[in-house]
């Protein structure tokens, strides 16, 4: 009862909009030197590579798209689910099942942080993130 | 040579912030200015269509957008759309390095205003330091006869 209480739908969108606005004001200092960006394309991959640099000290691993506003960032070494204990392999189902819903309440942040970077610069989008194999993550960017 | 105005216009062209450089502006030298700044926001669209070719990397800085009778219009364009006007009394030389200058000094403040948590995105900026400074940077070009950063003997 009180952890469905800290980590509802509430606290989440709580969490949400604390990222969105740290991302806008994110987003605004780090392309203060930066030529202008292009299109979404372009966007994305600024916040793939510089943006993850300075928040996460690395870069997005993979980015996948299907050019239909679709674009999957996924990163192996999320370095904030990085001190996260991953179930053993081969665990049953129902324990990993735990694990990924205790990690997606960490990742509400972040992903409100993407979500408010990438509106701030010109692409108005919805941000899931999914922590499908601690400590890797996929955040899933749909372009409204 | 000299700054007359300064405006800084949001993502969807909404007015952030207008001053003017006079003493003492009247009503209608604001609706002038505001006037003035309006037909700036179709010359920076207009610039930034014509940059869209394939290769060239494009500059925030859009350079001078349009001359009219009393001013020189300068504009610059962040990445986050937000667009910053400066209007330039029509007389002497206007170095474009020190235009450039100008407008980075004036992008960097802007930022750090962005940065306050008390401020709103979109709204008005309100903010005496954000004021403030802005005076001493555009102290740089005072405009002939202003009182600003000047020194009285």
């Known amino acids: 009862m009180f952890h469905e209480k800290q980590s509802g739908p509430a606290a989440a969108a709580a969490l949400e909009a604390v990222g969105y606005r740290v991302g806008q004001q994110l987003a605004e200092r780090y392309t203060r030197d930066k030529p202008r960006l292009g299109d979404a394309l372009e966007i994305i991959k ?50 990993e099942e735990a694990a990924r819903q205790l990690a997606l309440s960490y990742l509400h942040l972040p992903a409100g942080i993407v979500r408010g970077a990438l509106c701030h610069l010109g692409v108005s989008c919805t941000v899931e993130p999914d922590p499908k194999q601690l400590p890797s993550c996929t955040f899933t960017v749909r372009v409204m | 040579m000299g700054i007359a105005a300064v405006a800084f216009i949001g993502p969807q062209n909404n007015p952030l912030y207008l001053r003017s450089m006079d003493p ?5 030298q604001y609706m002038k ?8 926001l179709d010359a920076v ?5 014509l940059k869209r070719g394939p290769s060239d990397s494009q500059d925030a800085y859009l350079g001078l957008l349009y001359p009219t009778e009393d001013y020189r219009v300068y504009g610059y364009l962040t990445n986050s759309h937000v667009k910053i006007i400066l209007l330039f009394d029509d007389e002497g030389t206007i ?42 940077i555009v102290a740089v070009a005072p405009k002939p006869g202003a009182s600003l950063g000047g020194f009285m003997t």
Request: glycine share 6%; hydrophobic share 35%; aromatic share 12%.
């Open chain 2, 24 to 28: 003492s502006p009247s009503d209608d």
């Open chain 2, 45 to 49: 669209e207009e610039k930034v269509l």
């Open chain 1, 46 to 95: 600024f916040v793939c590579k510089d943006f993850w640099q300075a928040l996460f000290k690395k870069q997005v691993d993979n980015l996948k798209t299907n050019h239909r506003g679709v674009y999957v960032l996924q990163d192996n070494g999320f370095r904030w689910l990085q001190r996260l204990s991953a179930p053993p392999p081969g665990s049953d189902p129902a324990r």
């Open chain 2, 95 to 136: 170095k474009n390095e020190m235009v450039l200058r100008v407008f980075r000094r004036l992008h960097a403040l802007y930022v750090d205003t962005a940065s306050n948590p008390f401020h709103s995105f979109g709204l008005p900026i309100r903010s005496g330091r954000f004021e403030a400074q802005l005076e001493g």
């Open chain 2, 33 to 40: 200015l505001h006037y003035v700044v309006h037909c700036a």
